[in-house]
């Protein structure tokens, strides 16, 4: 049997769920920090692990690239070979044709483009990509899909989700069921409600282990990414996982969870912890700002961070960060990771416990604050 999903509490239409695969469970809703090249940069597996981290998610075009199929087939899985126990989730590879390739011609068959590290002609299509993932040992496979830019024409929209849809089921198809592991299909249309419920409707015939939606946070903003999450929502399985793809800031988590959204990933803690910028209950700031020379309190108080924890100050880690220290971005990474999961833990005790709306209204309306504590 491939993983299975079991719906246990709901508040409105926010779920709180369980994922049983073949490398451990995974609560819902969850968060994935992103380790694009099989690390979540800067992070040890077993901190990730201390954070609350169930699962994280993986870049098969990076990978496939850097250091390629063989390697990683040959380690017995990314798993194995980042020393990661937990589940992993792989993108197929699609994402990034599209956002990192400039030279991609798609065919009926699959994608034609050039590296972005050394300008080589690469080819996926879903038989290679499939085969990449299984390859990688990936916990959950991603089928291959086109991802629209936005904005992008109803025309064109149209035919790219009919031929992501022509994808979906050759991924399908080259998909070997195991024990525990899982493949999801991908919603495409743009932001066209007709194409999304078409696409969702002629996924569902292919029995997925989830669907997720794709082609959101590619810059269209919160307004229509929540519209499109709203729109596509009613059509979605009640019994399976549903994952919005690449979404995103604190705020668009919460009010994707409200529509009833069950997993999420986004660069942003990471990424953002290595420009400087540190996500708290009172919203954002930027450690490199002079204002945090002279300030030594944590970066949260209410944070219960390994980082905050030991009282590491924002005077600290604003040093650490002018000099260039690779430990700014670390201390600044985990202590992000770790906001996204306690903020996704919340939610889901919330729902739980039949509060969603209340402690999501008050999360809302603390991060619009600001960093209250320093104009005391
Ligand atoms: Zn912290």
């Not at 993108?91 to 034609?112: A, H, N, Y």
Request: glycine share 8%.
């Amino acid at each position: 049997m491939t993983l299975s999903f079991k719906l246990q509490h709901k508040d409105g239409n926010a779920r709180a769920g369980i994922i049983h695969t073949a490398h451990g469970t995974i609560e819902t809703p969850a968060f994935m920090p992103v380790g694009t090249y099989g690390a979540v940069k800067g992070i040890q597996p077993e901190e990730l692990i201390k954070i609350g981290v169930n699962i994280i998610l993986a870049n098969t075009y990076h990978l496939m690239e850097r250091p390629g199929k063989v390697i990683i087939e040959k380690s017995g899985g990314l798993r194995k070979f980042m020393g990661w126990q937990g589940p992993i989730l792989t993108d197929s590879g699609g994402f990034q044709v599209m956002s990192l390739s400039k030279m991609s011609k798609v065919d009926e068959e699959g994608v034609t483009f050039k590296s972005h590290l050394d300008g080589s002609s690469l080819r996926l299509n879903p038989e290679i990509s499939i085969k990449m993932q299984k390859s990688f040992d990936s916990t959950i496979s991603m089928i291959f899909d086109e991802c629209t830019p936005y904005p992008i024409d109803y025309e064109l929209a149209k035919k790219s989700m009919r031929l992501s849809f022509r994808w979906a089921e050759k991924s399908k198809k080259y998909f070997d069921d195991r024990n525990g592991y899982g493949i999801f299909g991908i919603v495409q249309g743009s932001i066209y409600k007709d194409l999304r419920e078409e696409s969702i409707k002629e996924l569902i015939q292919l029995n997925f282990d989830g669907l997720a939606l794709g082609g959101l946070a590619v810059g269209e903003g919160h307004e229509i990414m929540v519209e499109v999450v709203k729109n596509s929502i009613e059509y979605f399985p009640l019994d399976k996982p549903r994952y919005l793809m690449g979404v995103g800031y604190p705020k668009d988590i919460i009010e994707s969870v409200k529509l009833g959204i069950d997993m999420f990933d986004c660069v942003l803690p990471t990424r953002s912890g290595r420009t400087g910028k540190v996500f708290t209950k009172y919203g954002e700031l930027n450690i490199k700002n002079a204002k945090y020379k002279k300030d030594f309190r944590p970066l949260d108080i209410k944070c219960k961070c390994a980082v905050c924890a030991k009282n590491v100050s924002r005077s600290y880690l604003h040093h650490l960060s002018n000099i260039g220290d690779m430990l700014a971005s670390i201390y600044l990474t985990l202590h992000n990771i770790n906001h996204y999961i306690e903020l996704i833990s919340d939610i889901r005790n919330s729902i739980i416990n039949k509060n969603f709306d209340e402690v999501s209204e008050k999360r809302l309306k603390d991060y619009q604050k600001g960093d209250i504590d320093l104009e005391n």
